[in-house]
């Protein structure tokens, strides 16, 4: 069988690494190794490490370099046929990594494969089934907050909280994008796999808890930024023309009525001061696209059909309700 990188970035996460390594290192696959990139913690994440689990590879970095750079510096040091990227707050299930890589072996064409995550507060509810992505350029957790999973398919891209992807996908297109520190840098990446004519499939039998926001807060100053920001540089960089001009009306109207939705329900600027950041990045952020549509094997057609419509404000609304009711029962346990 082949051997698997799982890249697992960490930032003082020491409790989350004591809790989630014993189910990584259960893994009933037995050709892998574990690539730990500390983010320059100072909680004792690097003592555990080096103290408890010494069959795990440390990566040292002496600053918080985010969650992009930090697998891409796992990727470096790794030398397996596939990468798994795992969330330092995911535990996997033992048959996690083999259900992914046989599905892999099964299928060359698909470079990337995605992972059912579920609350670690409550399995039977999705957190994700992989990223799905509206015509609106609006990446979400699919179907999260439902019960179930749904079955195995083909979709737009998968989460990197717990995803496997072929070495060679990062060979052909590069790795995250380190401008992105944290946030979309997945979507980002499954726009640049998808437009190289790389396919995405969800395995629906390969399950990972997930303690959802366990670094950063969900509604955090810091993630909204990155939300805000990150969302228009990965639209901006990947999203094909002439069909960004298309649809360039409601990808506009549906941001903009994000922006004072945030600032009066939180009283929060950072979701503004996030999008302000990204045109100030205009420059190199249409160099980056020049480079990849120039690159690109695959047309509109190829690449909608895996894209949803144009959600709803009503859908969005009720999507990010649900993760909130969700997540507060998860406060209330």
């Not at 596939?82 to 048959?95: E, F, G, K, M, W």
């Not at 609006?138 to 999973?149: T, Y």
């Not at 997945?186 to 926001?213: F, I, N, P, Q």
């Not at 549509?293 to 909608?304: A, E, H, K, P, T």
């Amino acid at each position: 069988m082949p051997k698997v990188s799982i890249a697992i970035v960490n930032f003082n996460g020491e409790a989350l690494l004591r809790k989630n390594l014993p189910d990584v290192l259960r893994q009933d696959y037995q050709d892998f190794e574990i690539i730990v990139v500390d983010n320059g913690s100072t909680d004792g994440s690097v003592k555990l490490l080096e103290e408890e689990f010494p069959e795990v590879r440390v990566v040292r970095l002496e600053q918080n370099a985010g969650f992009a750079a930090g697998v891409n510096r796992a990727i470096e040091s790794s030398n397996g046929d596939y990468v798994a990227t795992l969330n330092n707050d995911a535990r996997p299930n033992p048959d996690w990594l083999s259900n992914l890589v046989t599905f892999a072996e099964e299928n060359a064409d698909f470079g990337m494969i995605a992972s059912k995550m579920v609350f670690d507060h409550d399995p039977a509810i999705i957190n994700s089934a992989g990223i799905s992505l509206d015509l609106a350029g609006i990446a979400w957790d699919r179907m999260v907050g439902d019960r179930g999973g749904g079955p195995s398919r083909e979709i737009f891209g998968p989460s990197a909280g717990a995803a496997l992807y072929r070495r060679r996908l990062f060979d052909d297109v590069g790795g995250f994008d380190e401008s992105f520190f944290a946030y979309l840098e997945d979507v980002d990446l499954a726009w640049r796999a998808r437009l190289a004519g790389w396919r995405c499939w969800y395995v629906a039998t390969a399950a990972v808890r997930h303690e959802h926001s366990a670094t950063a807060i969900e509604g955090s100053p810091f993630k909204n930024f990155h939300l805000g920001r990150n969302k228009i540089l990965s639209i901006l960089k990947n999203y094909p023309f002439p069909q960004l001009l298309l649809h360039a009306p409601l990808i506009v109207f549906y941001d903009l009525g994000a922006i004072p939705y945030t600032l009066v329900s939180r009283r929060d600027p950072s979701i503004l001061l996030g999008r302000l950041a990204a045109f100030r990045e205009l420059r190199k952020t249409l160099s980056s696209r020049r480079a990849i549509q120039r690159s690109r094997r695959v047309g509109w057609s190829g690449l909608s059909e895996t894209m949803d419509g144009f959600y709803s404000p009503w859908t969005l609304f009720r999507r990010y309700s649900r993760l909130r009711s969700v997540l507060a029962r998860r406060s209330a346990v």
